[in-house]
């Protein structure tokens, strides 16, 4: 499709998304991540209506967002898979947030918000959430996705990536 292969072309990080209703933790890979507000921080995430754990977010009313470091590969496959969710967090190592969401080890962000609006669009829903805690996480570069490809940087050079402030 004309419009999926041109949207292919804007290079998005990699996260994974958390939520957990009652005692079970549901999560998916998403790259429709963005930051929408600083005051107050609000983020956005756009979960197709097939996404199992959609409705489950939306009863929580809270979720995580993770940021894949560029080694997180294997964990970007394993959480965009169709299984039960119990089994993509088997064996996976992690961490709890404030308010128990399940935070991944190794991610180089993590942002734990609370569902503010929900807005269908599509056949997406998208979930507008205000930031209630955030980590900066492992000190590593990111996994990228573009042209419905993987990719990582290979240097500084290649990504250009700016000199890090103090
Ligand atoms: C790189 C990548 C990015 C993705 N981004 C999204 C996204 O932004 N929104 C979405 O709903 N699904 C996205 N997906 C697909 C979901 O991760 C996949 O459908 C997953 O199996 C849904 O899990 P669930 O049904 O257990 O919720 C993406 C998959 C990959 C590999």
Do not use: C
Request: hydrophobic share 40%; proline share 7%; net charge positive.
């Amino acid at each position: 499709m004309a419009f999926r292969r041109l949207m292919g072309r804007w290079p998005t990080g990699v996260s994974v998304v958390t939520t957990r209703e009652g005692e079970r933790d549901y999560g998916l890979t998403v790259n429709a991540f963005l930051s929408v507000s600083l005051t107050p921080p609000t983020i956005l995430v756009s979960l197709g209506h097939e996404a199992d754990s959609a409705e489950p977010l939306r009863r929580a009313g809270r979720f995580a967002v993770n940021v894949l470091a560029h080694d997180q590969r294997a964990v970007s496959e394993r959480f965009a898979r169709a299984v039960p969710p119990e089994e993509k967090f088997r064996g996976l190592p992690v961490h709890r947030g404030r308010s128990g969401l399940a935070l991944l080890d190794g991610a180089i962000a993590t942002l734990e918000a609370t569902v503010a609006k929900a807005v269908e669009a599509g056949d997406h829903t998208l979930f507008l959430g205000t930031v209630d805690r955030l980590d900066l996480g492992a000190d590593s570069t990111p996994l990228l996705f573009l042209r419905g490809q993987y990719a990582e940087a290979s240097g500084p050079e290649l990504l250009r990536l700016p000199k890090s402030r103090p």
